[in-house]
């Protein structure tokens, strides 16, 4: 009897931590904790997706730290992640017109919420809104930021995004780089990001302004908005030659989709959701993410989807945060 008593007074205290445990768990599985590794986006219109369909788009999917309802190429960047059976918790923090020097200044408490695994970023299109073509800002403000997301999280990966030629800035006779090409402003803005990374300790540089180039090159985008757009040829600008189209909002996705996960962007399919749902066709669909294939190169293994009879396109899976 005695022993009895003992097992049973040794049983209860069991019972109740494990009865604790599960509490935690379901707690955890109730907050909306996702299990999957983190990735903040802090950028401006150019990653919200200003001018397009993209801005709003599946905003429900990715957390908005500003509380303004964007899903932008974040949620493009979910959705391609989910599609590939891979579990990213999202999230974004962006504002129109602003370097990272807006960011730094005001917006540290939003970014310091959590310690991130992943960090995708950029700076102004300009590189300098006060001294359009000075990298001088971006290289300081990189490592600025680079260095405070380390005092959160020391293996944080943190990629850069080297933006893309705007041809309201080459064609017009006001733009800073006037009387040169869309190639040459690209070059530059990706040789400013090269110098940030390298201030800032950082590995990769996401070149989505060399895949707009390499479109226009391969005949899949115009590159002169100015004097019309050729048949057959996607407009990557949207009505202001300054902001992405939806197309171009799209192949940027597949940029940093490619890049971060290390996956074929072909392995999407031609029949990939978002772009359904964005009203893309599925020969633009290809061509796109063809491209991004062709740029990535050797960061992504070779797997385009094959199917022995092509799928319908349909909409994407309703999924949660």
């Known amino acids: 009897m005695h022993q009895g008593a003992r097992g049973k007074s040794d049983i209860y205290p069991r019972m109740k931590k494990l009865s604790a445990v599960v509490a935690i768990v379901m707690l955890v599985a109730g907050s909306g904790i996702a299990a999957g590794p983190s990735v903040l986006f802090i950028g401006n219109s150019?990653?919200?997706?200003?001018?397009?369909?993209?801005?709003?788009?599946?905003?429900?999917?990715?957390?908005d730290l500003n509380h303004e309802g964007i899903g932008g190429v974040p949620a493009l960047f979910k959705s391609f992640a989910q599609?590939?059976?891979?579990d990213y918790d999202v999230a974004l923090e962006t504002r129109g017109g602003s370097g990272?020097?807006?960011?730094?200044?005001?917006?540290?408490?939003?970014?310091?919420?959590?310690?991130?695994?992943?960090v995708v970023m950029h700076g102004f299109s300009l590189l300098d809104a006060q001294k359009p073509r000075d990298?001088?800002?971006?290289?300081?403000?990189?490592?600025?930021?680079?260095?405070?997301?380390?005092?959160?999280?020391?293996?944080?990966?943190?990629?850069?995004?080297s933006t893309w030629p705007r041809a309201d800035n080459v064609y017009?006779?006001?733009?800073?780089?006037?009387?040169?090409?869309v190639e040459v402003m690209g070059k530059d803005v990706r040789a400013a990001y090269d110098q940030a990374a390298t201030n800032a300790g950082i590995k990769t540089v996401i070149p989505v302004g060399e895949s707009w180039l390499r479109a226009m090159q391969n005949g899949v985008a115009d590159s002169n908005p100015y004097d019309g757009i050729?048949?057959?040829?996607?407009?990557?600008?949207?009505?202001?030659?300054?902001?992405?189209?939806?197309?171009?909002?799209?192949?940027?996705?597949?940029?940093?989709?490619?890049?971060?996960?290390?996956?074929?962007?072909?392995?999407?399919?031609?029949?990939?959701?978002?772009?359904?749902?964005?009203?893309?066709?599925?020969?633009?669909?290809?061509?796109?993410?063809?491209?991004?294939?062709?740029?990535?190169?050797s960061a992504v293994t070779a797997a385009p989807k094959v199917t022995a009879k092509p799928a319908p396109a349909q909409r994407c899976v309703a999924t949660p945060k």
């Open 46 to 63: 150019f990653l919200f997706g200003s001018g397009s369909a993209v801005r709003f788009y599946r905003a429900d999917t990715v957390s």
């Open 83 to 86: 599609q590939s059976g891979l």
């Open 100 to 118: 990272l020097d807006f960011h730094l200044a005001n917006k540290l408490t939003e970014i310091g919420s959590r310690p991130w695994d992943n």
């Open 135 to 161: 990298p001088a800002k971006l290289v300081a403000t990189s490592k600025q930021m680079a260095e405070f997301l380390r005092g959160k999280n020391p293996k944080v990966n943190i990629f850069l995004i």
């Open 172 to 181: 017009p006779e006001k733009g800073a780089w006037h009387g040169q090409s």
């Open 230 to 297: 050729e048949a057959g040829k996607l407009n990557l600008w949207t009505y202001d030659s300054y902001h992405a189209s939806t197309h171009g909002y799209y192949l940027q996705a597949l940029m940093i989709f490619g890049t971060l996960t290390g996956k074929d962007p072909r392995s999407l399919g031609d029949n990939e959701c978002s772009a359904f749902e964005l009203g893309m066709s599925r020969p633009e669909t290809k061509a796109l993410q063809q491209v991004a294939f062709d740029q990535l190169g």
